[in-house]
């Protein structure tokens, strides 16, 4: 797959929908034909719960080996501690020892970029590979935004307005600036949107008008008590509660995330022509 797209997802904001939306876009996106790997890049292992690995801690392999073999300069296996989903995606699991692995991090050399050597064997076999963030802005978020290709930033109305917002995007820019020029934004995706309420819609609507250059998803992810049960289920909302309005919105996400990546590539095709 000489195209694989790598897209982080992330907010140093814990409970905004990140894992949720990894394993709904990500198995969207297999719905639709497309080769995928989700990565977990946070040591408390949620996506990797989420998709049903109940004890992420007695993994023999996790992506802490994997990076650890990378620094050591070790032959990697093809397919190493890759586990297979029923739902048709891949994962890569994490669990507690990324913890001392990040902390570890600092005294390596060419530390930003573990990551991404990591994951760049793999790109061959996947269309698409997720980055599921930690929430916060550590050593493991700045390799996360080093390996993507782009940004995707799930987050509640109420939070958007707020300075954790300016912070990302300073961190976004900085390595932008100084390592991954060809990193961009995709943009805000709305979670847990309840529509009933006033104070949502106001957020929102005065967000698409100003937007600060910074774009939002046309699909807003609606609240839903079935969507947080999905987890503990193992599966994705589809296969849980594939009639409902979260899924509805996931399969819509999956859709304009496809339909922007066509109009990033006809864009670049072109670019590429005139030059």
């Not at 692995?101 to 050597?117: A, K, P, Q, W």
């Not at 997720?130 to 978020?141: A, E, Q, V, Y």
């Amino acid at each position: 797959m000489e195209d694989c797209k790598v897209i982080a997802i992330t907010n140093q904001k814990g409970g905004v929908g990140k894992t949720t939306t990894a394993v709904n876009l990500g198995i969207g996106l297999a719905r639709s034909g497309k080769k995928v790997l989700l990565v977990d890049a946070d040591p408390q292992g949620s996506l990797t719960v989420s998709l049903g690995i109940k004890t992420p801690d007695e993994l023999p392999i996790s992506i802490a080996t994997l990076m650890q073999d990378i620094i050591e300069d070790k032959a990697i296996p093809e397919d190493s501690g890759i586990i297979h989903h029923a739902e048709g995606v891949d994962l890569l699991p994490s669990n507690i020892e990324l913890s001392a692995f990040e902390v570890g991090l600092i005294n390596v050399m060419s530390r930003e970029y573990v990551l991404r050597d990591t994951l760049e064997p793999l790109k061959k076999q996947y269309d698409h590979i997720l980055i599921d963030c930690m929430p916060s802005l550590g050593m493991m978020t700045i390799n996360a935004l080093v390996a993507a290709d782009s940004v995707m930033i799930p987050s509640q109305a109420s939070y958007l307005s707020t300075k954790g917002l300016y912070l990302l995007m300073r961190s976004i820019s900085k390595v932008k600036r100084q390592i991954n020029p060809k990193l961009r934004i995709d943009g805000v995706l709305l979670t847990m949107v309840d529509s009933r309420t006033n104070n949502a819609k106001t957020i929102i609507n005065s967000l698409r008008q100003t937007g600060d250059n910074l774009r939002i998803f046309d699909t807003e992810i609606p609240f839903s008590v079935r969507a947080a049960e999905t987890s503990i289920e193992g599966k994705s909302i589809f296969a849980y509660d594939g009639n409902g309005k979260v899924a509805a919105a996931y399969e819509q996400l999956t859709k304009e995330v496809m339909d922007n990546e066509q109009r990033q590539n006809n864009r670049s095709r072109s670019e590429e022509r005139i030059r």
